[in-house]
């Protein structure tokens, strides 16, 4: 009976199921880079994954560019990347989950009269908040927006007409 291999866990802290994939310093670089931000907090491009872990001194922007969209394209780097993209994803939506959670806890501890500072305006809010973020993402209160025309359906008729007369005739001054 053959045992089941438990995942590997990289040094970054990602679980990813490739544990007999080997990768060189320099790739495990490459993807570290893609992964992460700029000094602006922008994504790396593909192409400055690949300046920040091989070296392009010698090379055109246009074969940077080409030796990177091969790399990434590679399957040991694509899954990987697969990998820890699905990963991320994964965070983020744990993250958002727990974070909406707390809200909420907040805004019941308000509508109750249990927060530092309620008042009967901050628990009729609280109650209203509690009503547009009902649990299955939909809302316990409907938004309607009426708006009214006097006018008869022969004078918007005769508007539309005069108005198609003058945009086809290229005369649009009103």
């Known amino acids: 009976m053959t045992e089941k291999k438990p995942y590997l866990t990289l040094v970054d802290g990602s679980l990813v199921q490739q544990r007999d994939v080997k990768l060189t310093a320099k790739q495990a670089g490459f993807i570290r880079s893609v992964m992460g931000k700029d000094a602006n907090g922008k994504p790396n491009t593909l192409s400055q994954a690949y300046r920040d872990n091989y070296d392009c001194s010698n090379m055109t922007d246009k074969t940077c560019h080409e030796k990177a969209s091969k790399l990434a394209a590679q399957d040991k780097i694509a899954a990987r990347l697969r990998a820890l993209e699905q990963q991320k994803d994964q965070t983020a939506l744990r993250s958002a989950h727990s974070r909406l959670e707390f809200i909420l806890e907040r805004l019941e501890m308000e509508a109750l009269g249990q927060g530092d500072d309620t008042n009967a305006a901050s628990r ?51």
């Open 124 to 174: 009729v809010r609280s109650l209203e908040l509690l009503g547009k973020l009902a649990h299955g993402g939909g809302s316990l209160f409907q938004e309607r927006i009426a708006t009214e025309d006097t006018r008869d359906s022969g004078t918007i008729r005769e508007e539309l007409e005069q108005r198609l007369s003058r945009l086809l005739s290229g005369n649009n001054a009103e």
